[in-house]
């Protein structure tokens, strides 16, 4: 679902104005999910009904919520650099193991509040093999990893894919991480992130933390948000 971008201002007018539409949702861009965006057995995140969200918008929840942006503590877990590779296959997943190796090769505990950023290496794959569909599988998180990161607090979590290892491998639960983080935790998540350039820089730096900054669109009653989050070292 590409960006679709009209010129309703262009040297005929005398001057320059677009008109831009886009759906953030998929594996393709970045964008920071509401918690609207997920339901389970009818409801959304503390309880809300899943009937809150109709054709004119998400009435609770929505993603105007957070136009005050997030700032907190960033954690890149590369996890292709903890198994000694550059990047994990598409439907490779990681396990709490795996997030518990990175924390000791890194020296870097995370805590309340963070925002952890896992690195699968999707894009470094795409580069070396070629388009894919997500069909084809996504590396991403078990589902093992969730009591994991609700003992952390995880405030924020990240991917270069969708979080999600994809397929699941949990019977009738096609994404286990969206639906309890967001749902039973309230954790927003970002997807289909860049953390390639991130990666090398936090090697160059020899430090795998910083701020983070994240500043959503204040789209009323959204879903999510289209984003381009900022790590500052």
Not at 46 to 53: C, D, H, L, S
Not at 160 to 187: E, K, L, N, W
Request: with cysteine; net charge negative.
């Amino acid at each position: 679902m590409p960006v679709v971008h009209h010129m309703i201002g262009t040297a005929t007018e005398g001057y320059g104005a677009d008109y831009f539409a886009l759906a953030p949702h998929g594996f393709s861009t970045s964008h920071l999910d509401a918690l609207c965006h997920i339901f389970h057995e009818g409801k959304l995140y503390n309880g809300y009904g899943a009937e809150t969200v109709t054709a004119h918008g998400a009435a609770e929840l929505g993603i105007h919520h957070l136009r005050s942006g997030i700032v907190t503590r960033g954690i890149l877990v590369d996890v292709p650099a903890i198994r000694g590779r550059e990047a994990l296959e598409p439907g490779e997943p990681i396990f709490p193991e795996d997030l518990e190796a990175a924390e000791r090769s890194t020296g870097v505990t995370i805590q309340t509040g963070d925002a952890l950023l896992v690195r699968t290496g999707r894009w470094r794959w795409r580069e070396s093999h070629g388009p894919s569909s997500p069909s084809d599988g996504l590396a991403g998180l078990d589902a093992s990893c969730l009591t994991w990161l609700y003992g952390r607090e995880v405030a924020v979590l990240g991917s270069d894919g969708v979080s999600d290892v994809f397929p699941s491998r949990v019977d009738a639960v096609p994404m286990p991480i969206h639906t309890v983080a967001i749902v039973a935790m309230g954790v927003h998540l970002l997807d289909n992130l860049d953390l390639d350039d991130l990666s090398v820089a936090c090697t160059a730096a020899g430090r795998w933390s910083f701020m983070l900054a994240v500043a959503p669109l204040v789209l009323h009653q959204g879903t999510a948000s289209p984003v381009n989050p900022i790590a500052i070292l």
